[in-house]
């Protein structure tokens, strides 16, 4: 047997990162390393941080919550769930979505929604539906209902036979230099034909996708018919924003672009900005209705909605109130869309620059001039990630299938345009190394 390694960073992680990173403190848009070097978060971990690191009193609410109540089973109200519910039913969450159930992570959250639509069905007698419709380029989550339903090739790799069967509809983007493909929501019905509607409760979606394609945007009218498609088959409508959500991609919900309402939202990540494990998952009174008429229970999970996660939570959205910082998330955005294209748009390894808001895609090519892609054994992704950590910033290598080379940029939005500069300077001095070798 071998002896554990002596480095903490090592010994984290099943199977230690290739180059173990070791973070001492944290502060605004940055990381800070135990030697002092400063690198600039441009992924806000792994598109988390909203409100930046290091806010006093988001810490200074979750020790007074934990004083007062260190924990209590989650079917329990204490003041700070009873205070975030309200903020969220409030002011953040769509119109007419007026439930809350909390988990700890995004996962957990999927998993939670896809047994919520079952159990919506089952209480209203439509025994025969269960399936849940996901999507090709997706990610749910890494739990084995929410990887079943999500398809990120790499991620679900060997775990086949643990997954249900969901069915996936093909992906509602537009890939880099494939041919066109038939209309994405026609096939999406083409699917819930095959299967059956009888047997199928809901559609679940990202409305911008993150980890699986780096900030793909489906076509234009996909989610407006998908809604129809849900209305006309009896099917419910999930919107997964746990990354997308809390102003992520400069409106308050992924969904506000596409002007649709789902009937489940779940959203975590930006939630708590990072400072506590939270996600909501958020019903209508409709899809809750009959579950309460036969007084069924919904499981919960030991550690959701704890006192101090709810009270960072609540901070959290308050100091987005307070600072505007939707808004800033949309304008910064826009700038950060803008030098990119300035700075790497013409970059040899460059194919496209996607996304919404501070959630911004790059898609790595071989060769912009033919969109040939790097062999996925190559880790290009990865590589230019590397290279971005030895010149002090972060980004987060994303992509799958056959999009498998992107960076996926979302940083605090209370970024500033130096730091925008550095990120985008680094960024094709980062570019151009990992291309090198
Ligand atoms: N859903 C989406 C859209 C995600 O991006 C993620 C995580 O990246 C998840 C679900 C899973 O969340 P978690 O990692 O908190 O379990």
Redesign the pocket.
Known sequence: MTSPSPDPATRAAFVPHSAPFQVASAEGAYLITPSGQRILDAAGG??VANVGHGRREVAEAMARAAESASYVVPPFTTPERARLIDRLIDRWLPRGVTRVMFTS??????EAALRLVRQHHLAAGRTGKWKTIGLDLS?????LG?LAVGNHAPRRAGMEPLLVGFPHAPAPYRILGAPAAPDPADELERIILEEGPETVAAFIA?PVV??AGGAMVPVEGYWQRARQLCDRYGMLLIA?????GFGRTGKTWGVDHFGVTPDVL?S??GLAGGYAPL?GVYATEAVVAPLAEQRQDVMFHTFAGAPSACAAADVVLDILEREDLVARCERMGALLRQRLEETVGDHPNVGEIRGLGLMIGIELVKDRRTLERFPTEDRFAQRVQAQGLRRGVFYYAAGSGPVHDALLLGPPFTINGEDIDTLVNVLAESLSAAARG
């Open positions: 792994a598109i992570g995004g996962s957990e959250g999927v990610y749910h989550g890494v739990t929410a990202e993150g980890s997964d924003e746990v990354m997308t779940v975590g990540k996600c």
